[in-house]
């Protein structure tokens, strides 16, 4: 009998309710499928939470996994919303949000960048300082902090380009971008507490390399089925010829165009 302790019925197995709820989500609008997505998708949740509980980095590569998501759910989540809504609050051609929400945008992606610096100086807990747990741990942190100094780069010149009224904007911009780039070599010269510098780089470089190659394969695989769609479009036989309005069609229309016409001239 399974238990969430397996990860087959604690980790797989709400993954695959997730892509059934996608798939009833997706289903028309009609169809009484539709109406499962949100208990499937709630399901899958919960199971994820219980399992997620008592998860420890040495154990499985799913249980780790699971680990460092919950670890970075947090921190992620509140950078990403508070740099849309640093970017996208007061004028702006795409989705305008109200100006007075930019400082909060800021405060937040400022919160989440200390929150992963606390996580940094602290002691690690055992779910991301045993086993695989602290590799896969070690990898996310890499991997964000790159991440965070590129988007963030990006979005200062987005800042810039979009008119002279976002000049403060790209300055705070520019400084979370200083930000990452020091926490990213403060963990590559003196480590963080419960791993060295030694460790960190090779995580850096052994794991890192590997999510590098993952992301250009998942874009190359994204590109192919772009490109195959574009070939079968390309080949596909053009459609058929419409036959000409016979007679009768005609004469319909010519009466509907001329009682319109009628009308249009009596009410003038």
Same mark, same amino acid.
């Given at each position: 009998?399974?238990?969430?302790?397996?990860?087959?019925?604690?980790?797989?197995?709400?993954?695959?309710?997730?892509?059934? +709820?996608?798939?009833?989500?997706?289903?028309?609008?009609?169809?009484?499928?539709?109406?499962?997505?949100?208990?499937?998708?709630?399901?899958?949740?919960?199971?994820?939470?219980?399992?997620?509980?008592?998860?420890?980095?040495?154990?499985?590569?799913?249980?780790?996994?699971?680990?460092?998501? #919950?670890?970075?759910?947090?921190?992620?989540?509140?950078?990403?919303?508070?740099?849309?809504? +640093?970017?996208?609050?007061?004028?702006?051609?795409?989705?305008?949000?109200?100006?007075? #929400?930019?400082?909060?945008?800021?405060?937040?992606?400022?919160?989440?960048?200390?929150?992963?610096?606390?996580?940094?100086?602290?002691?690690?807990?055992?779910?991301?300082?045993?086993?695989?747990?602290?590799?896969?741990?070690?990898?996310?942190?890499?991997?964000?902090?790159?991440?965070?100094?590129?988007?963030?780069?990006? +979005?200062?010149?987005?800042?810039?380009?979009?008119?002279?009224?976002?000049?403060?904007?790209?300055?705070?911009?520019?400084? #979370?971008?200083?930000?990452?780039?020091?926490?990213?070599?403060?963990?590559?010269?003196?480590?963080?507490?419960?791993?060295?510098?030694?460790?960190?780089?090779?995580?850096?470089?052994?794991?890192?390399?590997?999510?590098?190659?993952?992301?250009?394969?998942?874009?190359?695989?994204?590109?192919?089925?772009?490109? #195959?769609?574009?070939?079968?479009?390309?080949?596909?036989?053009?459609?058929?010829?419409?036959?000409?309005?016979?007679?009768?069609?005609?004469?319909?229309?010519?009466?509907?165009?001329?009682?319109?016409?009628?009308?249009?001239?009596?009410?003038?």
């Amino acid at each position: 009998m399974w238990s969430l302790s397996d990860p087959w019925a604690g980790f797989w197995l709400p993954l695959a309710l997730l892509c059934l +709820a996608s798939g009833f989500w997706l289903t028309d609008r009609k169809d009484p499928r539709r109406r499962l997505s949100g208990v499937t998708f709630f399901a899958a949740m919960a199971i994820i939470v219980l399992f997620g509980a008592n998860t420890r980095g040495g154990d499985t590569s799913e249980t780790a996994l699971l680990a460092v998501l #919950l670890y970075m759910v947090g921190p992620v989540a509140l950078m990403a919303i508070g740099s849309l809504i +640093a970017t996208f609050s007061g004028p702006s051609p795409v989705g305008p949000l109200p100006r007075g #929400l930019r400082p909060l945008g800021f405060s937040m992606a400022f919160g989440g960048l200390i929150w992963i610096g606390l996580m940094l100086i602290s002691e690690p807990s055992d779910a991301i300082a045993n086993g695989i747990g602290e590799t896969i741990w070690g990898a996310w942190v890499n991997v964000f902090l790159s991440v965070l100094v590129l988007i963030a780069a990006f +979005a200062g010149s987005f800042c810039v380009m979009m008119g002279e009224e976002r000049q403060k904007e790209a300055s705070v911009l520019a400084i #979370l971008t200083v930000a990452g780039g020091w926490m990213f070599y403060e963990i590559m010269q003196k480590g963080s507490e419960g791993l060295e510098a030694s460790g960190w780089h090779q995580i850096h470089w052994e794991q890192v390399m590997y999510l590098i190659g993952g992301l250009l394969g998942s874009i190359s695989a994204v590109m192919a089925f772009i490109g #195959l769609v574009y070939m079968a479009e390309k080949r596909a036989p053009d459609p058929d010829v419409i036959p000409p309005l016979t007679e009768e069609e005609k004469d319909v229309v010519d009466a509907v165009l001329r009682l319109n016409l009628e009308l249009e001239a009596n009410q003038e």
